[in-house]
């Protein structure tokens, strides 16, 4: 299955927008549309970084082992969201390990063919060069979420996320507290006494692994996000 960049809703939001016409033939002559499954990995840790991956929907983890061998989830990349950006680096590796949370679509652009469209042409050097502080303040503001003990807003944070990719499927966010403790960075535990806390509050509807928004701006605000910033 492909997908042609033209028809893609991303197409603002991505390198496609920045580059000309002739290189916007040449992108989707070279780049890959791809789908995965939940759990399912787009690429590992310690592997050539061969390529970038552009998520058209869904949402992705990204891990990384610690000293024990454990894997640690460090940051999340969902719809228009670009990662694998070692590629642009030669002879890179992957610094962390991609994992599908929900069904994924993405695009893969080989390195040769995104060093290529950079070379000539200054606009897409500067989206990529913000592209690559926006991922470094991602995980900064990990390292603070994480280092700040604010457990409430890391979980509101990745119920978040997912329900923007849910919401979009008419779907409730289906995900166990051991996957959604994973990605906000705390216990199984904490996650239960969260969850009940906000259905008590009628914040979200909970039933097993469904978890359902009920009031959009009060989890926005306790994750720490404006809702006029929101697209």
Same mark, same amino acid.
């Given at each position: *299955? ?8 991303? =197409?603002?939001?991505? $390198?496609?927008?920045?580059? =000309? ?8 002559? #070279? ?7 939940? @759990? ?17 929907? @869904?949402?992705? #983890?990204?891990?990384?082992?610690? +000293? ?16 694998? $950006? ?8 992957? #610094?962390?390990?991609? %994992?599908?949370?929900?069904? %994924?679509s993405f695009c893969i652009i080989p390195r040769e063919g995104n060093v290529n469209l950079l070379k000539e042409n200054y ?15 991602? $995980?900064?503001? +990990?390292?603070?979420?994480? *280092? ?12 978040? %996320?997912?329900? +923007?990719?849910?919401?979009?499927q008419k779907k409730c966010i289906e995900i166990t507290r051991e996957e959604l403790a994973d990605i906000a960075g705390t ?5 239960? +006494?969260?969850?009940?806390? $906000? ?24 994750? @720490?996000?404006? *809702?006029?910033?929101?697209?």
């Amino acid at each position: *299955m492909e997908k042609n960049c033209e028809s893609c809703g991303c =197409r603002e939001k991505c $390198l496609y927008s920045y580059l =000309r016409s002739e290189d916007k033939d040449i992108l989707n002559q #070279k780049k890959f549309f791809r789908q995965k499954k939940q @759990g399912e990995t787009l690429y590992e840790q310690g592997f050539h970084a061969g390529s970038l991956y552009m998520i058209n929907s @869904g949402v992705v #983890k990204m891990t990384k082992e610690n +000293r024990h061998g454990n894997p640690i989830t460090i940051s999340t990349a969902q719809c228009c969201t670009m990662t694998g $950006l070692e590629s642009l680096q030669t002879n890179a590796v992957y #610094k962390s390990t991609a %994992v599908c949370v929900t069904d %994924v679509s993405f695009c893969i652009i080989p390195r040769e063919g995104n060093v290529n469209l950079l070379k000539e042409n200054y606009k897409a050097r500067e989206w990529f060069v913000a592209q690559y502080y926006q991922h470094m303040e991602t $995980l900064s503001n +990990r390292v603070r979420d994480l *280092m700040s003990g604010d457990v409430k807003m890391r979980i509101a944070n990745a119920i978040w %996320v997912l329900h +923007r990719y849910y919401s979009s499927q008419k779907k409730c966010i289906e995900i166990t507290r051991e996957e959604l403790a994973d990605i906000a960075g705390t216990s199984r535990e904490t996650v239960s +006494r969260t969850l009940t806390a $906000l259905k008590t509050k009628k914040v979200l509807h909970v039933d097993g692994k469904c978890i359902r928004i009920l009031k959009e701006d009060a989890i926005a605000k306790l994750a @720490g996000i404006k *809702m006029s910033e929101i697209g």
